[in-house]
């Protein structure tokens, strides 16, 4: 689970994203409805971040598992205290993140990994819930082509991992006889992940696939987080559209 960003750039996307959210949500109304977390008023949703930056800061400073808190029960504030509380929540994992350095390994749900693995969860959560706040206020959502990238194989680092299993046992649906799904931007090399009957395996690179999904990169960030329908127009897909619903419909993270 090795990032292609250095720890630099996952710090500076972590800021960049915090921001675009914290726009997206600050003197919002806290019962607005989130389309695309149908079971959360914004409040919620702002609760979630803030509370999963503080989390990941806290799991890093003491470098051992803690129990997943519900989002349910984050305090953001009243909504003009919105932007304060999650800039603070941000500069605290950060600040976290510094003091083991990004290399030492610590507890994560799949075994020992280097610290830089919660900053990256994080970020990659922090990414996909911009979008939701984004879309919920009608605010423009932005994101860089190297964050949404990452997002995809830290999605599918996770998927890969046997172990990932054990928490969500949807995932041992994807197991297969060698089909094959390609996600294909068009700024940059894309992904090929192969169902195997063992396990979800994936790669970059141009090779072929039984269906392909194809677009902006940011969009198929998108679209493999479930927060776009594989039939908006802003994507196209060629192939074996079945294999791709099937994919889709064992994939919610």
């Excluded at 997943?68 to 909504?79: L, N, S, Y």
């Excluded at 959560?125 to 995809?152: P, W």
């Excluded at 006889?177 to 294909?184: A, P, Q, T, V």
């Excluded at 395996?201 to 902006?216: F, L, N, Q």
């Amino acid at each position: 689970m090795t990032s292609t960003l250095d720890t630099a750039r996952l710090v500076e996307g972590l800021r960049e994203q915090t921001g675009g959210f914290t726009r997206a949500v600050a003197g919002r109304d806290p019962d607005a409805r989130v389309p695309t977390c149908p079971k959360w008023p914004l409040r919620t949703l702002v609760g979630r971040v803030g509370q999963e930056h503080r989390w990941a800061a806290e799991l890093v400073r003491k470098g051992e598992q803690l129990p997943v808190p519900d989002p349910r029960q984050a305090d953001p504030g009243a909504p003009d205290e919105w932007a304060r509380w999650l800039r603070e929540g941000a500069k605290e994992l950060i600040r976290a993140m510094q003091e083991p350095g990004t290399d030492t390994e610590m507890h994560t749900f799949f075994g020992p990994r280097p610290a830089a693995f919660w900053l990256r969860r994080v970020l990659s959560d922090t990414c996909v819930h911009h979008y939701d706040a984004a879309f919920a206020t009608d605010t423009a959502f932005e994101i860089a082509d190297d964050l949404a990238a990452d997002v995809i194989s830290e999605n599918l680092d996770l998927l890969s991992t046997p172990a990932f299993e054990t928490a969500r046992p949807a995932v041992a649906g994807l197991r297969g006889r060698g089909e094959r799904i390609g996600f294909r931007p068009r700024s940059m090399e894309g992904w090929v992940i192969t169902r195997t009957p063992e396990s979800v395996r994936w790669e970059r690179g141009p090779a072929e696939a039984d269906v392909v999904v194809s677009g902006a990169v940011a969009d198929l960030m998108l679209v493999f987080s479930h927060r776009v329908p594989p039939e908006d127009n802003r994507v196209t897909v060629t192939g074996d559209r079945a294999l791709l619903d099937h994919w889709l419909a064992h994939t919610a993270l």
